[in-house]
């Protein structure tokens, strides 16, 4: 299974989700390719910042070689699930939608430890490293119950 996880610059939100994910999966034993992307192209090529680095190392993670890109319409193609981190990135994800299909593999990351509630995950980008804390810890709580449904669906086929 091939996961996407989309915020603005690529360089905050996004990286961290995919670098717990991808650890969760590892962990787990999951077949599953992580990505990520950002909705503008104010970052392209860029590391994540330094603060989402940090506090991904500080859990045991490290995403230093991720390298920002832009979101584009082919990687509806290319991945089954798109989670992106607020309602702005929702609405421009769902903007490049070709098909009813496209539509359906994008949801918002917090749906899955908070069904149905459409909650953001703050961009922690202006703020400190507080903010940084505060969202790697939404953040896992959100990649946890993705790992726990992919590995009971992935369970069921072996």
Excluded at 46 to 61: L, M, Q, T, W
Excluded at 122 to 147: N, Q, R, T, W
Aim: aromatic content about 6%; overall charge negative.
């Amino acid at each position: 299974m091939n996961i996407l996880m989309v915020c603005l610059g690529n360089i905050c939100r996004s990286p961290l989700a995919e670098g717990v994910l991808s650890a969760k999966a590892k962990e787990k034993g999951l077949k599953l390719h992580v990505d990520s992307a950002g909705t503008a192209a104010y970052h392209v090529g860029e590391p994540p910042d330094r603060r989402s680095r940090e506090v991904a190392k500080k859990n045991g993670i490290d995403i230093s070689g991720q390298r920002a890109r832009q979101f584009e319409q082919e990687d509806f193609d290319r991945f089954d699930r798109i989670f992106v981190m607020d309602s702005a990135n929702y609405t421009d994800v769902m903007a490049l939608a070709r098909t009813p299909a496209d539509e359906e593999k994008v949801d918002m990351i917090l749906n899955s430890a908070y069904p149905g509630k459409n909650l953001n995950v703050p961009d922690p980008y202006y703020g400190g490293e507080d903010g940084f804390d505060h969202v790697y810890k939404m953040l896992e709580l959100s990649c946890e119950k993705i790992a726990e449904e992919i590995n009971g669906k992935q369970e069921n086929k072996d």
